[in-house]
């Protein structure tokens, strides 16, 4: 029975230490997170608007774009 309660002690102790090692690390920059993510959310607002672009009629006309935007 001493011998489950030592294993258990060691298992918490690790996995709690671990978990407090592990925390200590700036994660976001080492794997540069915000860079890329940055960099994606781009890249995906070129591609949905080249698509919008390929696919549908933009209207230019100064005065039909005035009454859209005061809706």
């Given at each position: 029975?001493?011998k489950?309660?030592?294993?258990?002690?060691?298992?918490l102790?690790?996995?709690?230490?671990?978990?407090?090692?592990?925390?200590?690390?700036?994660?976001?920059?080492l794997?540069?997170?915000?860079e890329?993510?940055?960099?994606?959310?781009?890249k995906?607002?070129?591609?949905?608007?080249d698509?919008?672009?390929?696919?549908?009629?933009?209207?230019?006309?100064?005065?039909v774009?005035q009454?859209i935007?005061?809706?």
């Amino acid at each position: 029975m001493e011998k489950v309660i030592i294993r258990i002690v060691i298992i918490l102790v690790l996995f709690f230490g671990l978990f407090y090692g592990l925390q200590q690390i700036d994660w976001m920059t080492l794997f540069k997170i915000e860079e890329t993510t940055k960099s994606n959310e781009e890249k995906f607002g070129e591609l949905i608007w080249d698509s919008i672009n390929g696919t549908e009629t933009i209207v230019k006309d100064e005065s039909v774009n005035q009454a859209i935007d005061s809706l």
